[in-house]
Protein backbone atom coordinates (compact mmCIF):
# COMPACT_ATOMS: atom_id res chain seq x y z
CA UNK A 1 0.00 0.00 0.00
CA UNK A 2 0.73 3.48 -0.73
CA UNK A 3 1.53 5.58 2.21
CA UNK A 4 -0.93 8.97 2.69
CA UNK A 5 2.20 10.79 2.55
CA UNK A 6 3.33 9.19 -0.95
CA UNK A 7 -0.68 9.31 -2.79
CA UNK A 8 -0.26 13.05 -1.49
CA UNK A 9 2.68 13.75 -3.23
CA UNK A 10 1.72 11.85 -6.30
CA UNK A 11 -1.10 14.03 -6.50
CA UNK A 12 0.78 17.05 -5.70
CA UNK A 13 2.98 16.28 -9.30
CA UNK A 14 -0.31 15.20 -11.03
CA UNK A 15 -1.57 18.21 -10.68
CA UNK A 16 0.12 20.20 -13.06
CA UNK A 17 -0.53 17.73 -16.48
CA UNK A 18 -3.61 18.42 -18.14
CA UNK A 19 -3.77 14.53 -17.54
CA UNK A 20 -3.09 12.84 -14.46
CA UNK A 21 -1.13 10.24 -16.68
CA UNK A 22 1.29 12.51 -16.62
CA UNK A 23 2.60 12.05 -13.54
CA UNK A 24 3.34 8.62 -14.42
CA UNK A 25 7.06 8.73 -14.18
CA UNK A 26 7.26 11.23 -11.29
CA UNK A 27 5.01 8.84 -9.03
CA UNK A 28 7.66 5.63 -9.80
CA UNK A 29 10.52 8.28 -8.67
CA UNK A 30 8.40 9.32 -5.73
CA UNK A 31 7.95 5.52 -5.10
CA UNK A 32 11.55 4.71 -5.76
CA UNK A 33 12.61 7.20 -3.73
CA UNK A 34 11.32 5.70 -0.42
CA UNK A 35 11.39 2.07 -1.05
CA UNK A 36 14.74 1.86 -3.34
CA UNK A 37 13.03 0.04 -5.90
CA UNK A 38 9.38 -0.46 -7.34
CA UNK A 39 7.60 -3.91 -6.58
CA UNK A 40 4.23 -5.41 -8.20
CA UNK A 41 2.08 -3.85 -5.77
CA UNK A 42 3.47 -0.28 -6.11
CA UNK A 43 2.51 -0.51 -9.73
CA UNK A 44 -0.92 -1.61 -9.41
CA UNK A 45 -0.90 1.18 -6.54
CA UNK A 46 0.48 4.03 -9.37
CA UNK A 47 -2.29 2.74 -11.46
CA UNK A 48 -5.06 2.83 -9.24
CA UNK A 49 -3.99 7.01 -8.15
CA UNK A 50 -3.42 7.95 -12.14
CA UNK A 51 -6.40 5.89 -13.31
CA UNK A 52 -4.41 3.65 -15.39
CA UNK A 53 -4.25 0.23 -16.11
CA UNK A 54 -1.29 -1.97 -13.96
CA UNK A 55 0.52 -2.80 -17.12
CA UNK A 56 0.22 0.18 -18.96
CA UNK A 57 2.34 1.77 -15.53
CA UNK A 58 4.75 -0.95 -16.08
CA UNK A 59 5.46 -0.61 -19.85
CA UNK A 60 6.31 2.91 -18.37
CA UNK A 61 8.61 1.90 -15.86
CA UNK A 62 10.52 -1.04 -17.94
CA UNK A 63 11.37 1.54 -20.51
CA UNK A 64 13.02 3.99 -18.18
CA UNK A 65 16.82 3.13 -17.70
CA UNK A 66 16.28 4.93 -13.89
CA UNK A 67 13.39 2.68 -12.91
CA UNK A 68 13.73 -0.32 -10.66
CA UNK A 69 11.81 -2.92 -10.93
CA UNK A 70 14.07 -5.52 -8.68
CA UNK A 71 15.04 -5.27 -4.93
CA UNK A 72 18.40 -3.14 -4.58
CA UNK A 73 20.89 -3.13 -2.01
CA UNK A 74 21.16 -0.38 0.82
CA UNK A 75 23.26 1.89 -2.32
CA UNK A 76 22.83 2.03 -5.14
CA UNK A 77 26.50 2.20 -7.38
CA UNK A 78 25.82 3.68 -11.05
CA UNK A 79 29.18 3.24 -13.44
CA UNK A 80 29.40 5.07 -16.49
CA UNK A 81 30.85 3.28 -19.25
CA UNK A 82 29.96 5.76 -21.79
CA UNK A 83 32.65 6.56 -24.37
CA UNK A 84 34.58 9.56 -22.40
CA UNK A 85 34.98 7.53 -19.10
CA UNK A 86 35.42 4.04 -21.34
CA UNK A 87 38.84 6.23 -22.96
CA UNK A 88 39.62 7.33 -19.32
CA UNK A 89 39.41 3.95 -17.64
CA UNK A 90 35.85 3.17 -16.67
CA UNK A 91 36.66 -0.73 -17.46
CA UNK A 92 39.42 -1.02 -14.73
CA UNK A 93 36.85 0.41 -12.09
CA UNK A 94 33.86 -2.02 -13.34
CA UNK A 95 36.48 -5.10 -13.02
CA UNK A 96 37.84 -3.28 -9.56
CA UNK A 97 34.20 -3.06 -8.14
CA UNK A 98 33.40 -6.30 -9.46
CA UNK A 99 36.40 -8.15 -7.63
CA UNK A 100 35.76 -5.99 -4.59
CA UNK A 101 32.64 -6.65 -3.97
CA UNK A 102 32.27 -9.98 -5.70
CA UNK A 103 29.24 -9.31 -7.81
CA UNK A 104 28.75 -8.81 -11.60
CA UNK A 105 26.79 -6.05 -13.36
CA UNK A 106 23.38 -5.92 -12.22
CA UNK A 107 23.76 -7.56 -8.91
CA UNK A 108 23.23 -6.67 -5.30
CA UNK A 109 26.08 -8.19 -2.84
CA UNK A 110 25.04 -10.94 0.16
CA UNK A 111 25.16 -8.75 2.81
CA UNK A 112 22.77 -6.05 0.98
CA UNK A 113 24.55 -3.26 1.11
CA UNK A 114 25.70 -2.40 -2.53
CA UNK A 115 24.19 -3.13 -5.77
CA UNK A 116 26.05 -2.04 -8.90
CA UNK A 117 24.60 -0.88 -12.20
CA UNK A 118 25.88 0.02 -15.08
CA UNK A 119 24.88 3.67 -16.46
CA UNK A 120 24.74 5.57 -19.45
CA UNK A 121 27.05 8.79 -19.58
CA UNK A 122 26.92 10.90 -16.21
CA UNK A 123 27.71 14.42 -18.23
CA UNK A 124 30.75 14.22 -16.05
CA UNK A 125 33.25 13.82 -18.96
CA UNK A 126 36.06 16.54 -18.64
CA UNK A 127 35.98 14.62 -14.97
CA UNK A 128 35.99 11.15 -15.98
CA UNK A 129 35.77 8.55 -14.89
CA UNK A 130 32.79 8.74 -12.78
CA UNK A 131 30.11 7.08 -10.86
CA UNK A 132 26.79 7.40 -8.92
CA UNK A 133 26.58 6.26 -5.79
CA UNK A 134 22.88 6.68 -4.58
CA UNK A 135 22.54 10.45 -5.01
CA UNK A 136 26.10 11.37 -5.17
CA UNK A 137 28.62 11.56 -8.03
CA UNK A 138 32.07 11.17 -7.65
CA UNK A 139 34.52 12.27 -10.70
CA UNK A 140 38.11 11.62 -11.58
CA UNK A 141 38.27 8.75 -10.14
CA UNK A 142 40.95 5.54 -9.91
CA UNK A 143 40.48 2.08 -7.67
CA UNK A 144 42.68 4.19 -5.30
CA UNK A 145 40.01 7.11 -4.46
CA UNK A 146 37.36 4.12 -5.17
CA UNK A 147 38.12 1.89 -1.82
CA UNK A 148 37.75 5.34 0.48
CA UNK A 149 34.95 6.10 -1.27
CA UNK A 150 33.17 3.07 -0.75
CA UNK A 151 34.04 3.20 3.13
CA UNK A 152 31.66 6.03 3.42
CA UNK A 153 28.35 3.68 2.32
CA UNK A 154 28.00 1.19 4.95
CA UNK B 1 39.41 37.88 -23.96
CA UNK B 2 36.24 37.83 -25.75
CA UNK B 3 32.83 38.68 -24.15
CA UNK B 4 31.25 35.11 -22.21
CA UNK B 5 27.73 36.22 -21.99
CA UNK B 6 26.67 32.59 -20.78
CA UNK B 7 29.03 31.99 -18.34
CA UNK B 8 30.50 35.32 -17.20
CA UNK B 9 28.54 35.20 -14.03
CA UNK B 10 29.45 31.66 -13.31
CA UNK B 11 32.08 30.76 -10.22
CA UNK B 12 35.37 28.79 -10.81
CA UNK B 13 33.70 26.81 -7.92
CA UNK B 14 30.40 26.47 -10.06
CA UNK B 15 28.42 27.10 -7.28
CA UNK B 16 24.89 28.81 -7.77
CA UNK B 17 24.36 32.29 -8.94
CA UNK B 18 21.47 33.44 -6.45
CA UNK B 19 18.73 35.78 -7.51
CA UNK B 20 19.83 39.21 -5.89
CA UNK B 21 23.67 38.16 -7.83
CA UNK B 22 22.22 37.69 -10.98
CA UNK B 23 19.67 41.05 -10.69
CA UNK B 24 23.16 43.14 -9.51
CA UNK B 25 24.93 41.75 -13.01
CA UNK B 26 22.19 42.81 -15.30
CA UNK B 27 20.11 40.07 -14.60
CA UNK B 28 16.28 39.82 -15.70
CA UNK B 29 16.59 43.50 -17.46
CA UNK B 30 15.60 41.53 -20.91
CA UNK B 31 12.58 40.24 -19.11
CA UNK B 32 11.64 43.71 -17.70
CA UNK B 33 12.43 45.32 -21.61
CA UNK B 34 10.50 42.76 -23.10
CA UNK B 35 7.08 42.65 -21.23
CA UNK B 36 7.77 46.13 -20.44
CA UNK B 37 7.45 47.59 -24.15
CA UNK B 38 7.95 44.74 -26.83
CA UNK B 39 4.90 42.95 -28.59
CA UNK B 40 5.52 39.49 -28.73
CA UNK B 41 6.53 39.42 -32.71
CA UNK B 42 9.03 42.20 -32.13
CA UNK B 43 10.80 40.06 -29.55
CA UNK B 44 10.23 36.81 -32.77
CA UNK B 45 12.04 39.75 -34.90
CA UNK B 46 14.49 40.58 -32.47
CA UNK B 47 15.60 36.50 -31.96
CA UNK B 48 15.39 35.77 -36.15
CA UNK B 49 17.66 38.83 -36.60
CA UNK B 50 20.06 37.51 -34.66
CA UNK B 51 20.66 34.27 -36.32
CA UNK B 52 20.24 32.15 -33.20
CA UNK B 53 20.45 28.27 -33.60
CA UNK B 54 19.34 25.83 -31.51
CA UNK B 55 22.53 24.06 -29.49
CA UNK B 56 20.95 20.94 -28.82
CA UNK B 57 22.70 19.42 -31.96
CA UNK B 58 20.61 20.06 -34.43
CA UNK B 59 21.12 23.47 -35.06
CA UNK B 60 17.82 24.84 -36.28
CA UNK B 61 16.89 28.59 -36.40
CA UNK B 62 15.38 29.16 -33.19
CA UNK B 63 12.80 32.18 -34.46
CA UNK B 64 12.10 29.98 -37.17
CA UNK B 65 10.97 26.99 -35.40
CA UNK B 66 9.11 29.87 -33.33
CA UNK B 67 7.34 31.07 -36.09
CA UNK B 68 5.23 28.21 -36.50
CA UNK B 69 3.32 28.60 -33.45
CA UNK B 70 -0.52 29.85 -34.07
CA UNK B 71 -1.84 32.14 -31.99
CA UNK B 72 -4.61 29.42 -30.18
CA UNK B 73 -5.68 27.09 -28.86
CA UNK B 74 -4.09 27.35 -25.35
CA UNK B 75 -2.75 26.29 -23.52
CA UNK B 76 0.12 26.70 -25.12
CA UNK B 77 3.23 25.08 -23.93
CA UNK B 78 7.66 25.87 -23.53
CA UNK B 79 9.44 22.99 -22.71
CA UNK B 80 13.57 22.94 -21.78
CA UNK B 81 15.38 19.99 -22.85
CA UNK B 82 17.62 19.22 -20.68
CA UNK B 83 18.59 16.12 -21.15
CA UNK B 84 21.64 16.10 -21.85
CA UNK B 85 21.77 12.26 -22.44
CA UNK B 86 24.55 12.51 -25.60
CA UNK B 87 27.87 10.54 -24.37
CA UNK B 88 30.69 13.63 -24.58
CA UNK B 89 28.41 15.99 -23.84
CA UNK B 90 28.73 18.27 -20.80
CA UNK B 91 27.75 21.28 -21.34
CA UNK B 92 23.98 22.26 -20.29
CA UNK B 93 24.57 20.85 -16.28
CA UNK B 94 27.29 23.75 -15.94
CA UNK B 95 24.48 26.15 -16.76
CA UNK B 96 21.59 24.31 -14.81
CA UNK B 97 23.99 24.50 -12.01
CA UNK B 98 25.99 27.63 -12.03
CA UNK B 99 23.45 30.42 -12.85
CA UNK B 100 20.18 28.86 -12.78
CA UNK B 101 17.92 32.61 -13.19
CA UNK B 102 19.81 32.70 -16.55
CA UNK B 103 17.90 30.02 -17.82
CA UNK B 104 14.63 31.06 -15.71
CA UNK B 105 14.82 34.31 -17.92
CA UNK B 106 15.48 32.67 -21.47
CA UNK B 107 12.67 30.41 -20.68
CA UNK B 108 10.47 33.67 -19.95
CA UNK B 109 11.56 35.45 -23.03
CA UNK B 110 10.47 32.30 -24.87
CA UNK B 111 7.34 31.46 -23.46
CA UNK B 112 6.33 35.30 -23.79
CA UNK B 113 7.12 35.17 -27.62
CA UNK B 114 5.16 32.42 -28.26
CA UNK B 115 2.73 32.78 -25.56
CA UNK B 116 3.18 30.12 -23.57
CA UNK B 117 1.04 29.42 -20.44
CA UNK B 118 2.99 26.86 -18.94
CA UNK B 119 6.17 25.82 -18.98
CA UNK B 120 8.95 22.37 -18.48
CA UNK B 121 12.13 22.38 -17.77
CA UNK B 122 12.94 18.55 -18.56
CA UNK B 123 15.89 17.54 -16.51
CA UNK B 124 17.91 13.63 -17.02
CA UNK B 125 17.42 11.83 -14.24
CA UNK B 126 20.73 11.78 -12.85
CA UNK B 127 21.23 15.86 -12.45
CA UNK B 128 19.88 16.17 -9.18
CA UNK B 129 21.81 18.88 -8.43
CA UNK B 130 20.06 20.43 -11.32
CA UNK B 131 17.17 19.80 -10.60
CA UNK B 132 17.77 21.21 -6.73
CA UNK B 133 19.49 24.45 -8.58
CA UNK B 134 16.44 24.82 -10.75
CA UNK B 135 13.89 24.12 -8.62
CA UNK B 136 15.65 26.96 -5.94
CA UNK B 137 15.65 29.43 -8.57
CA UNK B 138 11.90 29.33 -9.59
CA UNK B 139 11.07 29.27 -6.64
CA UNK B 140 13.01 32.64 -6.14
CA UNK B 141 12.05 34.29 -9.33
CA UNK B 142 8.05 33.35 -8.12
CA UNK B 143 8.49 35.44 -4.96
CA UNK B 144 10.42 38.49 -7.10
CA UNK B 145 6.82 38.35 -9.30
CA UNK B 146 9.37 37.30 -12.67
CA UNK B 147 6.80 34.09 -12.46
CA UNK B 148 3.18 33.54 -12.04
CA UNK B 149 0.31 35.66 -12.81
CA UNK B 150 0.51 38.70 -14.58
CA UNK B 151 4.71 38.88 -13.83
CA UNK B 152 5.89 42.51 -13.56
CA UNK B 153 2.29 43.82 -13.51
CA UNK B 154 2.23 43.22 -17.04
CA UNK B 155 -0.96 40.98 -18.95
CA UNK B 156 1.09 38.07 -19.37
CA UNK B 157 1.47 35.23 -16.70
CA UNK B 158 3.43 31.90 -16.58
CA UNK B 159 4.10 28.74 -14.60
CA UNK B 160 7.40 26.97 -14.69
CA UNK B 161 7.71 23.47 -13.23
CA UNK B 162 10.88 20.90 -13.39
CA UNK B 163 10.19 17.07 -14.32
CA UNK B 164 12.96 14.80 -13.96
CA UNK B 165 12.85 12.05 -16.31
CA UNK B 166 13.19 8.62 -15.94
CA UNK B 167 16.25 8.25 -17.70
CA UNK B 168 16.56 7.51 -21.92
CA UNK B 169 18.55 8.82 -24.25
CA UNK B 170 15.88 8.74 -26.84
CA UNK B 171 14.44 11.12 -24.65
CA UNK B 172 16.67 14.31 -25.77
CA UNK B 173 14.50 13.75 -29.43
CA UNK B 174 11.67 16.44 -29.17
CA UNK B 175 8.82 14.44 -29.73
CA UNK B 176 9.53 11.48 -27.28
CA UNK B 177 10.36 14.25 -24.76
CA UNK B 178 6.75 15.15 -25.63
CA UNK B 179 5.36 11.82 -25.02
CA UNK B 180 7.57 11.25 -21.92
CA UNK B 181 6.94 14.22 -20.73
CA UNK B 182 2.65 12.94 -20.94
CA UNK B 183 3.73 9.87 -18.59
CA UNK B 184 4.37 7.66 -21.47
CA UNK B 185 7.02 5.50 -22.96
CA UNK B 186 9.36 7.87 -24.83
CA UNK B 187 8.79 6.39 -28.39
CA UNK B 188 9.02 9.55 -30.74
CA UNK B 189 5.85 10.38 -32.61
CA UNK B 190 5.03 10.98 -36.56
CA UNK B 191 6.09 14.40 -38.00
CA UNK B 192 3.81 16.15 -39.31
CA UNK B 193 2.08 17.33 -37.35
CA UNK B 194 5.08 19.19 -35.55
CA UNK B 195 5.23 20.16 -32.18
CA UNK B 196 4.61 23.28 -32.74
CA UNK B 197 0.98 23.16 -33.94
CA UNK B 198 0.59 19.54 -31.56
CA UNK B 199 2.86 19.14 -29.39
CA UNK B 200 2.45 18.36 -25.88
CA UNK B 201 -1.32 17.12 -25.34
CA UNK B 202 -1.76 17.80 -28.82
CA UNK B 203 -1.31 21.77 -28.29
CA UNK B 204 1.02 24.28 -29.53
CA UNK B 205 4.33 23.13 -28.15
CA UNK B 206 7.92 24.56 -28.45
CA UNK B 207 11.40 22.49 -26.94
CA UNK B 208 14.52 24.25 -26.98
CA UNK B 209 18.03 22.96 -25.38
CA UNK B 210 19.06 24.78 -22.28
CA UNK B 211 21.61 26.58 -23.90
CA UNK B 212 19.39 28.26 -26.84
CA UNK B 213 17.87 29.59 -23.97
CA UNK B 214 19.89 31.13 -22.13
CA UNK B 215 21.05 32.87 -25.40
CA UNK B 216 18.19 35.03 -25.01
CA UNK B 217 18.50 37.43 -22.70
CA UNK B 218 21.60 39.14 -24.22
CA UNK B 219 20.02 38.77 -27.08
CA UNK B 220 17.19 40.78 -26.26
CA UNK B 221 19.25 43.44 -23.93
CA UNK B 222 21.56 43.86 -26.33
CA UNK B 223 20.13 43.46 -29.60
CA UNK B 224 20.91 40.96 -32.73
CA UNK B 225 24.15 43.14 -33.60
CA UNK B 226 26.10 42.74 -30.47
CA UNK B 227 25.27 39.06 -30.45
CA UNK B 228 26.30 37.95 -34.56
CA UNK B 229 29.52 40.45 -33.50
CA UNK B 230 30.35 37.92 -30.57
CA UNK B 231 30.85 35.11 -33.27
CA UNK B 232 34.03 34.71 -35.72
CA UNK B 233 31.90 33.81 -38.71
CA UNK B 234 28.01 34.38 -40.22
CA UNK B 235 26.71 32.25 -37.19
CA UNK B 236 26.23 34.26 -34.51
CA UNK B 237 26.94 33.96 -30.46
CA UNK B 238 29.60 32.25 -28.62
CA UNK B 239 29.15 28.50 -28.04
CA UNK B 240 30.09 26.40 -25.17
CA UNK B 241 32.78 24.14 -26.81
CA UNK B 242 33.83 20.89 -24.63
CA UNK B 243 36.59 18.77 -24.82
CA UNK B 244 36.96 15.03 -23.24
CA UNK B 245 39.55 12.26 -24.11
CA UNK B 246 43.55 12.49 -22.82
CA UNK B 247 43.96 15.50 -23.22
CA UNK B 248 46.58 17.48 -20.28
CA UNK B 249 43.19 19.99 -19.18
CA UNK B 250 40.03 18.36 -20.12
CA UNK B 251 37.01 21.10 -19.37
CA UNK B 252 34.81 23.51 -20.97
CA UNK B 253 34.99 26.77 -22.52
CA UNK B 254 32.58 29.61 -23.98
CA UNK B 255 34.33 30.68 -26.90
CA UNK B 256 33.16 32.58 -30.20
CA UNK B 257 31.36 30.41 -32.80
CA UNK B 258 34.51 29.84 -35.58
CA UNK B 259 36.71 28.87 -33.07
CA UNK B 260 39.28 26.07 -34.96
CA UNK B 261 39.81 22.28 -33.24
CA UNK B 262 43.64 23.36 -33.18
CA UNK B 263 42.97 26.46 -30.73
CA UNK B 264 40.19 24.50 -28.73
CA UNK B 265 42.68 21.26 -28.19
CA UNK B 266 45.82 22.98 -28.13
CA UNK B 267 45.56 25.91 -26.58
CA UNK B 268 42.30 25.40 -23.92
CA UNK B 269 42.74 22.19 -23.40
CA UNK B 270 46.44 22.35 -23.39
CA UNK B 271 46.94 19.81 -25.82
CA UNK B 272 47.34 15.43 -25.32
CA UNK B 273 49.05 13.98 -22.37
CA UNK B 274 52.80 13.36 -22.51
CA UNK B 275 53.25 10.49 -24.84
CA UNK B 276 50.09 10.62 -26.29
CA UNK B 277 49.05 11.83 -30.32
CA UNK B 278 45.55 12.85 -31.64
CA UNK B 279 44.42 10.42 -34.38
CA UNK B 280 40.34 11.11 -34.26
CA UNK B 281 38.09 13.94 -32.83
CA UNK B 282 34.32 13.51 -32.63
CA UNK B 283 33.37 16.87 -32.64
CA UNK B 284 29.69 17.18 -30.73
CA UNK B 285 28.66 15.11 -29.11
CA UNK B 286 28.57 11.04 -29.89
CA UNK B 287 26.25 10.81 -32.66
CA UNK B 288 28.89 13.44 -35.06
CA UNK B 289 31.15 12.09 -37.13
CA UNK B 290 34.91 11.36 -36.79
CA UNK B 291 37.31 13.85 -38.29
CA UNK B 292 40.93 13.81 -37.97
CA UNK B 293 44.09 15.46 -37.48
CA UNK B 294 43.76 17.10 -40.89
CA UNK B 295 40.73 18.84 -39.84
CA UNK B 296 42.55 20.85 -36.94
CA UNK B 297 41.95 23.98 -39.16
CA UNK B 298 38.41 23.86 -39.74
CA UNK B 299 36.61 26.83 -37.76
CA UNK B 300 33.57 25.55 -35.50
CA UNK B 301 30.60 26.84 -36.66
CA UNK B 302 27.08 24.90 -38.24
CA UNK B 303 28.38 25.29 -41.65
CA UNK B 304 32.00 24.79 -41.66
CA UNK B 305 31.93 21.43 -39.91
CA UNK B 306 29.01 20.13 -41.82
CA UNK B 307 31.54 20.85 -44.95
CA UNK B 308 34.14 18.56 -43.44
CA UNK B 309 31.39 15.74 -43.63
CA UNK B 310 30.78 15.86 -39.75
CA UNK B 311 28.05 18.69 -37.64
CA UNK B 312 28.98 20.71 -34.75
CA UNK B 313 26.56 18.64 -32.59
CA UNK B 314 26.53 19.85 -29.32
CA UNK B 315 29.89 21.29 -29.15
CA UNK B 316 31.32 18.78 -27.16
CA UNK B 317 34.46 16.94 -28.64
CA UNK B 318 35.52 13.38 -27.69
CA UNK B 319 39.42 12.85 -28.46
CA UNK B 320 40.58 9.58 -29.63
CA UNK B 321 44.80 9.17 -29.00
CA UNK B 322 46.90 7.01 -30.59
CA UNK B 323 46.80 4.39 -27.97
CA UNK B 324 43.47 3.95 -27.71
CA UNK B 325 41.59 1.65 -29.91
CA UNK B 326 39.34 3.09 -32.74
CA UNK B 327 37.22 -0.15 -33.09
CA UNK B 328 36.84 -0.44 -29.00
CA UNK B 329 35.38 2.95 -29.08
CA UNK B 330 33.59 2.99 -32.09
CA UNK B 331 31.87 -0.80 -30.20
CA UNK B 332 31.59 1.67 -26.86
CA UNK B 333 29.45 4.05 -29.13
CA UNK B 334 27.31 1.41 -30.59
CA UNK B 335 26.78 -0.74 -27.87
CA UNK B 336 24.84 2.49 -25.95
CA UNK B 337 23.32 3.55 -29.06
CA UNK B 338 21.45 -0.03 -29.32
CA UNK B 339 21.13 -0.52 -25.72
CA UNK B 340 19.35 3.24 -26.23
CA UNK B 341 17.16 2.81 -28.80
CA UNK B 342 13.40 2.73 -28.15
CA UNK B 343 12.46 -0.48 -29.91
CA UNK B 344 9.38 1.36 -32.58
CA UNK B 345 11.31 0.94 -35.53
CA UNK B 346 12.78 -2.72 -37.39
CA UNK B 347 15.91 -1.17 -38.68
CA UNK B 348 17.08 0.45 -35.24
CA UNK B 349 15.80 -2.51 -33.41
CA UNK B 350 17.05 -5.13 -35.13
CA UNK B 351 20.33 -3.32 -37.03
CA UNK B 352 21.86 -1.52 -34.18
CA UNK B 353 22.25 -4.74 -32.00
CA UNK B 354 23.26 -6.40 -35.33
CA UNK B 355 25.96 -3.96 -35.59
CA UNK B 356 27.17 -4.23 -31.81
CA UNK B 357 27.55 -7.79 -32.05
CA UNK B 358 29.34 -7.37 -35.36
CA UNK B 359 31.64 -4.53 -33.67
CA UNK B 360 32.12 -7.09 -30.37
CA UNK B 361 33.82 -10.37 -32.74
CA UNK B 362 36.16 -7.57 -34.72
CA UNK B 363 37.30 -6.07 -31.64
CA UNK B 364 37.61 -9.61 -29.73
CA UNK B 365 39.56 -11.43 -33.16
CA UNK B 366 36.69 -13.40 -33.92
CA UNK B 367 35.99 -11.16 -37.43
CA UNK B 368 36.15 -11.98 -40.73
CA UNK B 369 36.80 -9.46 -43.76
CA UNK B 370 33.14 -10.13 -44.74
CA UNK B 371 32.10 -8.50 -41.23
CA UNK B 372 32.96 -4.89 -42.93
CA UNK B 373 30.84 -5.38 -45.85
CA UNK B 374 27.64 -6.00 -43.10
CA UNK B 375 29.04 -2.65 -41.35
CA UNK B 376 29.09 -0.41 -44.60
CA UNK B 377 25.70 -2.26 -45.14
CA UNK B 378 24.46 -1.13 -42.26
CA UNK B 379 25.83 2.34 -42.00
CA UNK B 380 23.55 2.42 -45.31
CA UNK B 381 20.10 0.97 -43.93
CA UNK B 382 20.62 2.79 -40.65
CA UNK B 383 21.14 6.03 -42.32
CA UNK B 384 19.19 9.33 -43.12
CA UNK B 385 15.84 8.62 -44.32
CA UNK B 386 15.68 4.70 -43.60
CA UNK B 387 14.56 4.65 -39.91
CA UNK B 388 11.76 6.32 -37.78
CA UNK B 389 13.83 9.42 -36.02
CA UNK B 390 17.08 10.63 -35.97
CA UNK B 391 18.73 8.46 -33.73
CA UNK B 392 19.86 5.21 -35.43
CA UNK B 393 21.16 7.66 -38.06
CA UNK B 394 23.27 10.03 -35.40
CA UNK B 395 24.70 6.20 -34.09
CA UNK B 396 25.87 5.37 -37.90
CA UNK B 397 28.04 8.85 -38.03
CA UNK B 398 30.83 7.47 -35.75
CA UNK B 399 30.58 4.67 -37.34
CA UNK B 400 30.46 5.68 -41.08
CA UNK B 401 33.68 7.66 -40.50
CA UNK B 402 35.57 5.58 -38.42
CA UNK B 403 34.62 2.88 -41.33
CA UNK B 404 35.96 5.28 -43.62
CA UNK B 405 38.95 7.09 -41.32
CA UNK B 406 40.43 3.91 -39.58
CA UNK B 407 39.52 0.81 -41.55
CA UNK B 408 43.14 -0.18 -41.41
CA UNK B 409 42.83 -0.92 -37.95
CA UNK B 410 39.39 -3.20 -38.68
CA UNK B 411 41.66 -4.93 -41.40
CA UNK B 412 44.15 -5.60 -38.76
CA UNK B 413 41.99 -6.82 -35.78
CA UNK B 414 40.83 -9.31 -38.47
CA UNK B 415 43.73 -11.06 -40.00
CA UNK B 416 45.94 -10.70 -36.72
CA UNK B 417 42.55 -12.19 -34.88
CA UNK B 418 42.85 -9.73 -32.13
CA UNK B 419 43.04 -6.61 -30.72
CA UNK B 420 46.42 -5.12 -31.07
CA UNK B 421 45.58 -2.24 -28.86
CA UNK B 422 45.51 -4.83 -25.61
Not at chain 1, 38 to 49: K, L, M, P, R
Not at chain 1, 136 to 154: S, T, V
Amino acid sequence: MLTEDLIHEIDHEAAVFEQRRGACIDALRVVQRQRGWVDDESIQDIAAVLGMTADEVDSVATFYNLILRRPVGRHVIRICTSVSCWIMGSEMLVEYLQRTLGIGLGETTKDGRFTLIQNQCLGACDHAPALMIDDDLHRDLDPGKLEKILAQYQ
Amino acid sequence: MSERPLTERIRPDGAPITLSEYEAAGGYQAVRKALGGMSPKDVLQVVKDSGLRGRGGAGFPTGVKWSFVPENPHPKYLVVNGDEMEPGTFKDRVLLEGDPHLLVEGVILASYTIGADVAFVFLRGEYLESERQMKKAITEAYAKGYLGKNILGSEYSLELYVHMSGGRYICGEETALLNALEGKRGNPRTKPPFPQTSGLWGKPSIVNNVETLCNLPGIIAKGPEWFKGLSKTANGGTKLIGVSGKVKNPGLWELPLGVTFREVIFGHAGGMRDGLSLRGIIPGGASTDYLTEEHLDVEMDYETVAKVGSRLGTGTMILMDNKTCPVGMIHNLITFFAHESCGWCTPCREGLPWAEKTLRAIERGEGVMEDLAVLDRLVVDLGPGMTFCALAPGAMAPLGSGLKYFREDFERHIREQRCPWK
